[in-house]
């Protein structure tokens, strides 16, 4: 039986450095086979998550945000036109990509090819179990109409099942299963794998076909973020620390009485039961809701993120995601170590 560690079961090894100043420290990073972002930082295609104007402000930062494909077609599409249409006259972000989320189910080819044609070049395949034949043939039959898109497909856990989506031609793998803030996966079915051992082992196998990787779940804080890039993933994909924020889809809503309100945004998993209503579905629930505190633009918790990578590549010597990934090592640290590294003044 295999031996499986996720992000608090490791640490980052400090390292010899020579870097003069963090803010010269590059993050761009490979997000498909043919795209690139300037930040590692990609936003859930969740419907609490990313619409317009989440997608718009990840292109505007250099990361990228894909639309969530819980509404119908012409409502993704509607938005797909937009993003194009600011693309075309910001040359800041003309290169950035267009991305969309589509099923493997009924509508999906004519979602997929209506997209396309609005300007999307970025699809992601987003079920929960990226290791399944129709997810293989959604790929190959996408990839077959629409030559010249790219897909993401997902999500994963090991390398034979990034083996086979890679096999079937996806240009990035999605990397994840269970860990979500919000998911119930594993309380409800037992399946799922720590997140470290997941990334480690994808990588693996996709790095022999030149196929990028994207970490999604079990993010909690900035050195998550560091530590799945330093298991190997290009990019980081987020929920929860994007939840609550201005950009992301809902109503802002006061909780108490006046003056001591208190403003909330409602964050849900893509499984919850909550979700799944909204959509006409009540079974296979295997994620929850939450109300989050408002928290603002979403720029000040991307640019605390790039900061923390940038230190973190600091303290590896490392000026640039390449160097990070030859250079990072990782140690695996007890439960004592772990809460060590915790502010000891605010657990006491």
Same mark, same amino acid.
């Given at each position: 039986?295999?031996?499986?560690?996720?992000?608090?079961?490791?640490?980052?090894?400090?390292?010899?450095?020579?870097?003069?100043?963090?803010?010269?420290?590059?993050?761009?990073?490979?997000?498909?086979?043919?795209?690139?972002?300037?930040?590692?930082?990609?936003?859930?295609?969740?419907?609490?998550?990313?619409?317009?104007?989440?997608?718009? *402000?990840?292109?505007? %930062?250099? =990361?990228? #945000? $894909?639309?969530?494909? @819980?509404?119908? /077609? !012409?409502?993704?599409?509607?938005?797909?036109?937009?993003?194009?249409?600011?693309?075309?006259?910001?040359?800041?972000?003309?290169?950035?990509?267009?991305?969309?989320?589509?099923?493997?189910?009924?509508?999906?080819?004519?979602?997929?090819?209506?997209?396309?044609?609005?300007?999307?070049?970025?699809?992601?395949?987003?079920?929960?179990?990226?290791?399944?034949?129709?997810?293989?043939?959604?790929?190959?039959?996408?990839?077959?109409?629409?030559?010249?898109?790219?897909?993401?497909?997902?999500?994963?856990?090991?390398?034979?099942?990034?083996?086979?989506?890679?096999?079937?031609?996806?240009?990035?793998?999605?990397?994840?299963?269970?860990?979500?803030?919000?998911? *119930?996966?594993?309380? %409800?079915? =037992?399946? #799922? $794998?720590?997140?470290? @051992?997941?990334? /480690? !082992?994808?990588?693996?196998?996709?790095?022999?076909?030149?196929?990028?990787?994207?970490?999604?779940?079990?993010?909690?804080?900035?050195?998550?973020?560091?530590?799945?890039?330093?298991?190997?993933?290009?990019?980081?994909?987020?929920?929860?620390?994007?939840?609550?924020?201005?950009?992301?889809?809902?109503?802002?809503?006061?909780?108490?009485?006046?003056?001591?309100?208190?403003?909330?945004?409602?964050?849900?998993?893509?499984?919850?039961?909550?979700?799944?209503?909204?959509?006409?579905?009540?079974?296979?629930?295997?994620?929850?809701?939450?109300?989050?505190?408002?928290?603002?633009?979403?720029?000040?918790?991307?640019?605390?993120?790039?900061?923390?990578?940038?230190?973190?590549?600091?303290?590896? =010597?490392?000026?640039?995601?390449?160097? @990070?990934?030859?250079?990072?090592?990782?140690?695996?640290?007890?439960?004592?170590?772990?809460?060590?590294?915790?502010?000891?003044?605010?657990?006491?």
């Amino acid at each position: 039986m295999n031996r499986a560690l996720t992000y608090d079961d490791v640490n980052i090894v400090p390292k010899y450095s020579e870097l003069e100043s963090r803010e010269k420290v590059k993050l761009n990073t490979r997000f498909t086979k043919n795209t690139e972002l300037s930040i590692p930082i990609v936003a859930s295609p969740m419907d609490t998550i990313t619409e317009y104007d989440m997608a718009l *402000e990840m292109m505007n %930062r250099g =990361g990228a #945000g $894909i639309v969530h494909r @819980f509404m119908s /077609i !012409d409502e993704q599409v509607d938005i797909i036109k937009k993003l194009k249409q600011v693309s075309g006259i910001n040359v800041e972000i003309l290169d950035s990509p267009i991305c969309a989320a589509v099923g493997v189910t009924g509508d999906y080819l004519e979602r997929s090819q209506e997209l396309f044609k609005n300007g999307c070049n970025v699809l992601l395949i987003d079920v929960a179990h990226g290791h399944h034949k129709l997810v293989g043939e959604a790929i190959e039959e996408i990839k077959t109409r629409l030559s010249t898109i790219e897909v993401i497909a997902g999500s994963v856990a090991t390398g034979e099942a990034c083996e086979y989506l890679c096999e079937k031609g996806a240009d990035a793998v999605r990397v994840g299963i269970g860990n979500g803030s919000l998911c *119930e996966t594993r309380i %409800r079915t =037992g399946v #799922g $794998i720590p997140q470290v @051992f997941a990334i /480690i !082992d994808c990588v693996a196998i996709a790095d022999t076909y030149s196929v990028p990787v994207i970490a999604d779940g079990g993010v909690r804080n900035i050195g998550d973020v560091c530590k799945g890039l330093a298991c190997g993933a290009d990019s980081i994909m987020l929920g929860s620390l994007l939840s609550g924020t201005k950009e992301t889809p809902g109503t802002i809503e006061k909780i108490g009485k006046w003056p001591n309100e208190q403003l909330h945004k409602k964050y849900r998993g893509s499984a919850s039961l909550d979700s799944k209503k909204s959509r006409g579905h009540n079974k296979n629930v295997e994620g929850n809701h939450k109300v989050i505190p408002y928290k603002g633009k979403v720029k000040r918790i991307i640019n605390d993120i790039q900061d923390g990578i940038r230190s973190s590549f600091s303290y590896v =010597g490392a000026n640039t995601m390449d160097e @990070f990934h030859s250079k990072v090592e990782l140690m695996e640290v007890t439960m004592a170590g772990n809460l060590e590294g915790k502010p000891h003044l605010l657990t006491t």
